[in-house]
């Protein structure tokens, strides 16, 4: 259970469940899909910087590799549990299957937190952990990334400790490292970017002026900051953004790169001087062309579904709808690009790094945008021509589409022996 006492595993379930009854799936390709094919946890003995030894736990999950390797990343928090890590991997099969690129789906976490420790700690912790989960992972068969707490420096270290085991560099090991080691031009951008295309295929699709738009962003980290930057230079006014500590805003518009650095050099955007402070509350129900939501999971529940305005609202985050509130926006006609297609920016560009990485040939920062586009469009739009024809919404389309996917490729490849 997370701390809103839902558990995300039945919820991924129950996505599954109804979706497979939509497509009309075979009983028993629906009772593979909702097994994970793997799941390992391990004991992490660590040296603490007071030299005494404390033992984290951690896990791999990898949901399905039918298309592909599996894929997904590594998620450093307190609160992570075997069945949150489960969800997010079978999240990460249907998102690779949404946009046509060639993975399975896998997650990984450890149970500890981030803020609280040494950079030392970090490091022997993510070492011990990726020597703990090497016997699963490889450029061929499991390529993590980071998720939540986990960063570039934290992809290096794997990077490097599965080289050293292995006895050469191996690069394709993880994605979202650093450019020095093998990391992809874009990268970082990647998921905010992505998420803006959707948006401009969305707004072509209702006949909403990008350059008269209003947006609003909530949580103002790498997704949501880069993504008001983007919005910004289409033309869009940003009218409200915000982080945890609170939001500001400003009905004649923000300046996105002037609130960031404020941002960097006050640690939050609350007090900005040329908005007006908002809650977070508050800023989820304004009135609004485009919702951005960039924080966290479970942001509009059944208690603030039917006071939400925008006309869109594109998923940055992973799970911000619950799905009670997801049916009530969904009477109320907004438009919702799912987070398994809005978000799916950052893990295409991940799919660019490994082919550089296998490769050794890496390409310009132009070069990774645009075929970014092409892949994001096309997911789009493949998306909402079947939420058009089957009369569903684009979460439901998006699922159909998916979970069809790596059925019609599990068929195909037949069951062993
Ligand atoms: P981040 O840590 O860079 O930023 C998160 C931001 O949310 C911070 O500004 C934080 O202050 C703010 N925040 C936290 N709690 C909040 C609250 N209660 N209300 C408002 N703001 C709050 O993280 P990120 O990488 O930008 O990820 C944000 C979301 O996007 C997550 O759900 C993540 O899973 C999803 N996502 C990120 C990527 C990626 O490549 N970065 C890819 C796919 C999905």
């Known amino acids: ?33 909702k097994h994970p094919k793997r799941e390992l946890t391990v004991s992490i003995p660590v040296k603490m910087d007071d030299g005494k030894i404390k033992v984290f736990t951690g896990y791999r999950v990898q949901h399905n590799v039918t298309r592909g390797p599996a894929k997904g990343g590594i998620r450093y928090h307190p609160q992570v549990t075997l069945d949150e890590v489960k969800a997010l991997a079978m999240w990460m099969t249907w998102k690779c299957a949404v946009v046509g690129i060639p993975y399975g789906g896998a997650k990984g976490g450890v149970v500890c937190d981030p803020k609280k420790m040494s950079s030392g700690e970090l490091e022997r912790l993510t070492r ?18 980071p998720d939540v707490y986990t960063n570039p420096q934290i992809m290096a270290w794997i990077m ?16 979202g490292k650093p450019l020095a080691i093998g990391g992809s031009e874009g990268r970082e951008e990647a998921t905010a970017r992505g998420c803006v295309y959707t948006i401009e295929n969305a707004a072509k699709h209702l006949e909403i002026d990008m350059r008269e738009a209003t947006v609003v962003v909530q949580g103002y980290g790498n997704a949501g900051s880069v993504a008001a930057k983007l919005l910004h230079q289409e033309g869009c006014k940003i009218i409200a953004v915000s982080d945890s500590q609170g939001g500001a805003y400003n009905p004649k518009g923000i300046d996105s790169l002037k609130i960031l650095d404020y941002k960097r050099k006050t640690g939050s955007v609350k007090a900005y001087k040329e908005a007006e402070f908002i809650s977070n509350k508050e800023l989820l129900e304004l009135e609004c062309d485009i919702l951005v939501p960039a924080a966290l999971e479970s942001q509009i529940t059944k208690e603030n579904a039917d006071r939400i305005k925008a006309k869109i609202i594109a998923e940055a985050a992973n799970g911000p709808i619950t799905p009670e509130a997801d049916k009530v926006l969904s009477e109320k006609e907004i438009f ?82």
């Open 160 to 175: 490097d400790t599965y080289s050293t085991n292995r006895g050469h560099s191996v690069p394709g090991v993880v994605t």
């Open 336 to 417: 919702i690009i799912p987070d398994i297609l809005a978000n799916a920016g950052g893990v295409t560009v991940s799919y660019f790094e490994w082919v550089q990485g296998l490769q050794a040939y890496f390409w310009s920062e132009r070069e990774v945008n645009l075929k970014l586009r092409d892949i994001m469009s096309k997911a789009f739009n493949n998306v909402l021509r079947l939420s058009l024809e089957k009369k569903v919404d684009m979460r439901t389309a998006a699922l159909m589409l998916a979970v069809s996917r790596v059925a019609e490729a599990t068929r195909i490849r037949g069951l062993y022996p």
């Open 128 to 145: 011990r952990y990726t020597s703990e989960i090497i016997i699963i992972i490889g450029p061929e068969c499991d390529i993590p990334a």
């Open 1 to 33: 259970m997370n701390k809103e006492g839902i558990n995300p595993y039945q919820i991924a379930l129950k996505q599954l469940e109804e979706v497979a009854e939509k497509i009309d799936l075979d009983s028993g390709m629906h009772e593979i899909l």
